[in-house]
């Protein structure tokens, strides 16, 4: 289920959905993904990076783990 990339998926582009309709993009999504969604009715809202949360896991491995923590935000994955 989960990659050993953790770090990847915590990096990748971000949606905040506010309601059926209002919708927040992190910049990275391009202009064709934002006229697909203004076309379906949404509208598009403007919110700084940090209004898109922040994450930090740890994955158990087969052998090991894998660790990532968000770039957008202070913090660490840690495990003991």
């Given at each position: 289920?989960?990659?050993?990339?953790?770090?990847?998926?915590?990096?990748?582009?971000?949606?905040?959905?506010?309601?059926?309709?209002?919708?927040?993009?992190?910049?990275?999504?391009?202009?064709?993904?934002?006229?697909?969604?203004?076309?379906?009715?949404?509208?598009?809202?403007?919110?700084?990076?940090?209004a898109?949360?922040?994450?930090?896991?740890?994955?158990?491995?087969?052998?090991?783990?894998?660790?990532?923590?968000?770039?957008?935000q202070?913090?660490?994955?840690?495990?003991?």
């Amino acid at each position: 289920m989960f990659g050993t990339d953790v770090r990847a998926a915590i990096d990748a582009p971000r949606l905040r959905l506010y309601d059926r309709q209002r919708v927040a993009l992190e910049p990275p999504i391009g202009d064709g993904v934002r006229h697909a969604l203004v076309a379906m009715g949404h509208v598009l809202i403007e919110q700084p990076t940090v209004a898109f949360g922040g994450a930090q896991a740890i994955v158990r491995l087969r052998k090991g783990f894998a660790a990532g923590s968000d770039p957008r935000q202070d913090g660490m994955a840690v495990g003991y």
